[in-house]
């Protein structure tokens, strides 16, 4: 019997982020995954978006447009597997945007893995009781992104406000 395919797929949004714990604590997720499930082997082909925007959709450029167009082409066949940290690692756009996108993995037969509560969304979850917790998750994610990405925009904003009036500035300034 041959072993069952599971993709990895990592990301993280800053540069900032390489230094930490970030891809270590993510390659670790998946590692004791397939140690909890030994019938399927992790592809060689994986698929990182290091320091790429899930918000901004910078990350469909990248490294998860290449798993879509496998996953479209049938490169990643029906019956795989994508291990992912959490739902908000394949993207933090509008639940709009982000659903579809989701929607096209599971309607392919292949799995999405949430590594950080072991939920599996496949077409039989999504069709049972997982939709909501899928919508909820998407939501969740986008909130989040733009919430802080309001934070970051104010921010700047009095720096440059302050910096204008004459007052000091700290390191990190718009330019």
Do not use: C
């Amino acid at each position: 019997m041959s072993s069952k395919i599971a993709y990895s797929y990592v990301r993280f949004s800053s540069v900032q982020q390489q230094h930490g714990a970030s891809l270590a604590r993510q390659q670790e997720k998946v590692s004791k995954w397939l140690v909890r499930n030994p019938e399927y082997v992790l592809s060689k082909l994986t698929f990182e978006d290091l320091g790429r925007s899930g918000f901004s959709g910078e990350h469909l450029e990248n490294a998860f447009g290449r798993l879509l167009a496998a996953v479209e082409t049938g490169a990643i066949a029906s019956g795989s597997k994508i291990l992912i940290e959490a739902i908000d690692r394949a993207g933090r756009l509008e639940p709009f945007d982000m659903l579809p996108i989701l929607s096209k993995i599971v309607k392919a037969g292949v799995s999405l893995v949430s590594l950080d509560d072991d939920i599996e969304f496949d077409r039989a979850s999504v069709n049972s009781n997982h939709l909501f917790l899928l919508v909820a998750k998407v939501q969740q994610a986008y909130q989040y992104s733009d919430t802080l990405s309001g934070r970051v925009k104010d921010a700047y904003s009095r720096k440059r406000k302050k910096a204008a009036e004459g007052g000091g500035v700290t390191r990190r300034t718009p330019l």
